[in-house]
C-alpha cells in the first residue's frame, strides 16, 4: 500500500501536465485524420510535426488518369495548358492561362499527345479506349482537343508575332477601321492663333481646313492542318513549327506592306509623297547620312510649318535607315563625343555629341532590299512622333496581331484544320511628319 504522506513530485507532476497539453492539442489538431492522431500520439510528434502532417494530407492529390475540374478554368484551357507543358515551355502556359490552370495541367502528367487525348476523353466524361488506333479516333470527336490545338497554335503564333521585329512601330500610327472600305482620315489645319482675349471676354472664331487622306485595309491569310499520323507521332513540334512560321509570316506581311508603301512613295492623292514639293525631300551629295546631314535634317523638321505659314512645333524622333547604314547611324547617335583637329592656337572648342542618343534609331533591310521598288542602301528617314500620323497602318477591328480559327473538317477527313489571318492597309498620311533624305 503507498504511503499516504509521501507528496507527489512536482517536476513528474509538470511532465505529466505537459504530456497531456501535448496530446490534447495533437487530437484536436488531427481530429478529421484518426491515422495521423494515433501515429502522432504513439510516436511522439510535437505539435508542429502534426500540424505539417495534416496540411500535407489535406493537399489535393490528382491520379494522373483522372480529369481535372476547376471553377478556375475550363477543359479546353487546361488542355491547351497541358499541351503547351509538353512542348516543354512551362513559362509560356503559366503567362498564357495563369499558373492555377498550368499547375493543374502539370498534375495530369502528359508525356505523349496520346496521354493528352485520354485525359481529355475523360474530362468530358468518356472512358477512353485502351487501342491506340481508337484512341486516336476519338480525339477527333472531342470538343475540347480542336479548341485547344487551336489555342495553343494562336498562343505560339502570337508569341512568334511580336516577337518578329516590327520597325515600323516606331513611328508609324496605328488606327482602327470598322470595314474594308476606304476609311478617310483628316488632317486638319487651323486658320487662326490663340489670340489674347480683350477686355469683355469676346473671342474671336477660327478657321478650319481639312486635308484628307484614305486608308483601307486587305485580308492576308494562310493555312495549318494536323491529322493523325502527327497524333500517333507526337509530332507537336510540327504544329508548334508551323504556328511559329506563321507568327512570323504575318508580321513579314505588315512589315512588307508597310515598306512597298515607303518606297512606292505614291501619296493617296496621286502625287510623289517624298518630294520638294511637300518640303520633305531633301537630295545632293550632302545628304548622305553623316554628323551634318543629320544635323540639317533634325533642323528641318523643327522648321516645319502649316499651309498658313506657322511653325507646328514638329520635331524628329525617329531616325530610320537601311541595314547598310546602320552602323554610321549609331556612331551619329551613340558616340558620347566626336574627335576633332583644332588648329594651333585655337582653343575652348566645345566638345561632345549634340545628337547623341536625341533620336530612337529603327533599322530596316527591306529598304535596301533589291526586291522592294524604290530601294536605296543610302537613303533615310527622318520621322515625328507615330501621333503625328506620317505614315498610318489601318487594322481591321483594331486587332493588329493575326487571328486563328478552327475549320470542321469532312467527314472525308481525319484531322484538323486551322486558318490564319491578319486584315491590314497602309497609307502615306501627312508630309510634314517626315523627311527622306535621298543620301546623293
Excluded at 136 to 152: E, K
Excluded at 153 to 160: C, G, H, P, R, W
Excluded at 411 to 421: A, D, F, I, K, M
Amino acid at each position: 500500500m503507498a504511503d499516504e504522506n509521501v507528496k507527489p513530485d512536482p517536476i513528474d507532476n509538470e511532465l505529466l501536465t505537459a504530456e497531456r497539453e501535448r496530446v490534447g492539442a495533437i487530437v484536436e489538431a488531427s481530429k478529421e485524420h484518426p491515422d495521423i492522431q494515433a501515429q502522432a500520439i504513439k510516436d511522439g510528434w510535437s505539435i508542429k510535426a502534426t500540424q505539417l502532417a495534416v496540411l500535407r494530407a489535406d493537399r489535393p492529390r490528382v491520379n494522373a488518369r483522372q480529369p481535372i475540374a476547376s471553377a478556375h478554368a475550363n477543359t479546353p484551357d487546361v488542355i491547351a495548358a497541358a499541351i503547351m507543358l509538353h512542348s516543354g515551355d512551362r513559362s509560356a502556359a503559366e503567362r498564357h492561362y495563369g499558373p492555377v490552370v498550368a499547375e493543374q495541367a502539370e498534375r495530369m502528367r502528359c508525356r505523349t499527345l496520346l496521354d493528352v487525348i485520354e485525359n481529355a476523353n475523360r474530362m468530358e466524361g468518356r472512358d477512353p479506349t485502351s487501342n491506340q488506333n481508337r484512341l486516336v479516333a476519338s480525339a477527333f470527336s472531342t470538343l475540347s482537343m480542336p479548341i485547344a490545338l487551336g489555342d495553343f497554335a494562336s498562343k505560339i503564333e502570337l508569341d512568334s508575332y511580336r516577337q518578329t521585329p516590327q520597325s515600323w512601330r516606331a513611328f508609324s500610327r496605328i488606327v482602327a477601321t470598322k470595314d474594308f472600305k476606304p476609311n478617310k482620315l483628316l488632317r486638319l489645319n487651323l486658320g487662326r492663333e490663340f489670340d489674347r482675349v480683350a477686355p469683355g471676354g469676346e473671342l474671336h472664331h477660327g478657321t478650319v481646313g481639312e486635308q484628307s487622306f484614305e486608308v483601307s485595309a486587305d485580308t492576308f491569310a494562310m493555312m495549318l492542318s494536323v491529322d493523325r499520323r502527327d497524333l500517333v507521332n507526337d509530332d507537336l513540334s510540327l504544329l508548334s513549327g508551323i504556328a511559329k512560321n506563321l507568327g512570323q509570316a504575318g508580321a513579314r506581311a505588315v512589315n512588307d506592306g508597310v515598306y512597298r508603301t515607303i518606297l512606292t512613295n505614291d501619296d493617296p492623292d496621286g502625287d510623289p509623297f517624298f518630294d520638294a514639293a511637300n518640303s520633305n525631300l531633301l537630295t545632293g551629295a550632302g545628304t548622305a547620312l553623316s554628323m551634318s546631314s543629320l544635323q540639317t535634317g533634325v533642323a528641318n523638321m523643327m522648321a516645319r510649318v502649316d499651309v498658313e505659314g506657322r511653325c507646328i512645333d514638329l520635331a524628329a524622333r525617329v531616325l530610320l535607315v537601311p541595314a547598310t547604314l546602320d552602323v554610321t547611324a549609331r556612331e551619329c547617335l551613340i558616340s558620347q563625343s566626336l574627335a576633332r583637329y583644332t588648329a594651333v592656337g585655337i582653343d575652348r572648342q566645345p566638345e561632345g555629341n549634340p545628337l547623341y542618343q536625341s533620336l530612337s534609331l529603327a533599322v530596316e533591310p527591306r529598304l535596301s532590299n533589291a526586291t522592294f521598288t524604290g530601294n536605296s542602301a543610302i537613303a533615310w528617314y527622318l520621322f515625328s512622333a507615330p501621333a503625328d500620323s506620317g505614315i498610318v497602318v489601318a487594322f481591321l477591328g483594331g486587332n493588329d496581331f493575326p487571328i486563328v480559327e478552327h475549320l470542321p473538317a469532312g467527314p472525308e477527313v481525319l484531322g484538323w484544320t486551322w486558318r490564319s489571318y491578319i486584315d491590314f492597309g497602309v497609307a502615306l498620311a501627312d508630309p510634314r511628319a517626315c523627311l527622306k533624305c535621298a543620301g546623293a
